[in-house]
């Protein structure tokens, strides 16, 4: 089992920056793509970024070129660095860890994230 501890929540206007922090613990070995998703009320979860162990990243349109994501495997942490946010961004934010031996996937508590205009 691995748990997922996520912080980093607020309340941040239009055009600021927020960062979001996520600890692993448990089974840490198993873990390998680790990833953030949002969901805001009436839509369905997205991917907002993920990242591999051997730190390549991928984004949604959505968010390309403001969030960024990066992970310390030493201190097994994943951060989502989100600047220039929007209001659209305003969602609950979820850590996610793949199990790379068995594709399960972990997820952490989501943190609140609101963006006023």
């Known amino acids: 089992q691995v748990r997922l501890v996520a912080s980093g929540r607020g309340l941040v206007q239009a055009g600021g ?11 840490i070995f198993r873990v ?5 998703y949002r969901k805001a009320p009436g839509k369905q979860r997205e991917l907002v970024a993920r990242i591999t162990t051997g730190v ?7 968010v390309k070129g403001r969030f960024t994501i990066a992970r310390d ?7 989502l660095q ?13 850590c996610n860890a793949q199990d790379h031996l068995n594709g399960a996937d972990y997820w952490g508590r989501g ?7």
């Open 17 to 27: 920056s927020l960062r979001l922090s996520c600890a692993a613990s448990g089974r």
């Open 32 to 36: 390998g793509l680790m990833a953030w």
């Open 56 to 62: 390549i990243t991928n984004y949604p349109d959505s």
């Open 73 to 79: 495997n030493a201190k097994n942490t994943v951060a």
């Open 82 to 94: 989100m600047n220039s946010l929007k209001p659209e961004d305003t969602a609950v934010y979820y």
């Open 111 to 117: 943190t609140q994230v609101t963006i006023s205009s």
